[in-house]
């Protein structure tokens, strides 16, 4: 039998870490993601973002302070992934028709993983006493949502442009190349 098993307590910290590694990383990517741009409301709105994400990561350093813990960011594999797939997307689509509805859906993606990250960590948080601290992640978690939001809004109206094209290519496909898949990325699926 295991001594010294590892509590909510451990979990929280460690997930803690995690996020505290992934805003960092996100910030990166939306600035990114901001000069790549061409819609002149989604560069606004990676901008602004990054901005508040740098809020965020104070409110995580807060988060570190009422815990009694060293802020320290742990390698997050799945913002590593996510941001790995929006520069693979931007070479991809970059310049293109469809280029500013993949990088809206790529910080889609990243908000979402943020959103359920900082959900379990206001409800642990809150579990553990920490009422200081669900309130500073309750904060960022209707940043997150609200960014979202956001990006949902502006996506609806730039997909429509993205879609330049795509009547040619309707009905193009034999249904042989349905059945060949080709792997590009991490976990990524594209008909070869």
């Not at 460690?14 to 993601?33: F, G, H, M, P, W």
């Not at 002149?40 to 990054?50: G, P, S, T, Y």
């Not at 913002?79 to 790995?84: A, D, R, V, Y």
């Not at 970059?94 to 409800?123: F, M, N, S, W």
């Amino acid at each position: 039998m295991a001594t010294n098993q590892k509590t909510l307590q451990d979990a929280f910290y460690e997930t803690l870490k995690d996020i505290y590694y992934a805003e960092k990383q996100s910030v990166r990517a939306l600035k990114k993601a901001a000069k790549s741009a061409q819609h002149k409301e989604l560069k606004q709105a990676f901008e602004i973002h990054a901005e508040e994400s740098g809020n965020q990561i104070e409110r995580l350093q807060q988060v570190f302070e009422i815990i009694g813990k060293p802020a320290r960011a742990k390698t997050c594999e799945a913002m590593q992934g996510l941001t790995s797939e929006m520069e693979e997307d931007l070479e991809d689509f970059g310049g293109g028709p469809a280029a500013d509805a993949v990088l809206a859906g790529c910080a889609q993606a990243v908000e979402h993983y943020e959103i359920a990250r900082y959900g379990t960590l206001k409800t642990w948080a809150s579990q553990l006493g920490y009422k200081d601290a669900a309130k500073l992640l309750d904060e960022t978690l209707q940043e997150e949502k609200k960014t979202d939001e956001l990006l949902t809004q502006i996506a609806e109206r730039i997909n429509v442009e993205g879609m330049e094209g795509a009547e040619d290519d309707v009905g193009e496909e034999d249904e042989d190349d349905n059945d060949k898949v080709q792997t590009k990325g991490k976990g990524r699926r594209k008909s070869a």
